[in-house]
């Protein structure tokens, strides 16, 4: 049955088949977000981390940073969904994230951009119709300051010849 949700011409330009990634191509993944304090609040009260840091200026004006500070996990969220759009668009799975850094901070009102790097990429063993991509991402802030690193694997289908 063919719907728009399996239609290939609707999800064309949207992540890349397996031959489209070549090792050592970088993307760079547009436009960046800018993290409200909303954002900020809401995300740790959704994940029920609850620590002052991220929601309380009184009490973050006492610590290292001297103001709120970003929860590092939406960063990271953020992050991936940056690269949704030229690496895992079209994925069957994300099969593994590793070396998750948070390099630095991130503040309320930051604008965070991220690129890509293929680092490496295997055919499947078990499925000929598919591939493994070995990926790193980097994010930076509006100052061009590494603010996270993180690599991953990617199962994405080849294409249909």
């Known amino acids: 049955m063919h719907t728009p949700y399996n239609d290939p011409e609707r999800q064309a330009g949207f992540g890349r088949l397996f ?3 070549t090792i050592g191509d970088i993307y760079k993944h547009w436009p960046g977000k800018t993290i ?8 740790s009260l959704l994940t029920m981390n609850h620590h002052p840091l991220h929601f309380d200026a009184a009490y973050a004006s ?7 500070l ?3 996990t939406l960063v990271f969220s953020l992050v991936v969904g940056l690269s949704v759009r ?24 930051d604008t965070v951009y991220a690129d890509t790097e293929v680092l490496d990429k295997r055919e499947s063993t ?4 598919r591939g493994i991509v070995y990926v790193e991402t980097r994010a930076q ?6 603010v ?14």
């Open 19 to 21: 031959e489209e990634f």
């Open 36 to 43: 409200t304090e909303a954002e900020c609040s809401l995300f």
């Open 62 to 68: 006492q610590t290292q940073h001297g103001r709120i």
């Open 70 to 72: 970003v929860v590092g």
């Open 86 to 109: 030229d690496v895992s668009g079209r994925a069957i799975a994300n099969l593994e994230y590793e070396q998750v850094i948070h390099n630095g901070p991130v503040f309320n009102g």
């Open 126 to 129: 078990t499925k000929p119709d």
């Open 141 to 146: 802030n509006q100052h061009g300051e590494r």
């Open 148 to 161: 996270l690193t993180f690599r991953r694997r990617v199962l994405v289908p080849k294409r249909h010849v």
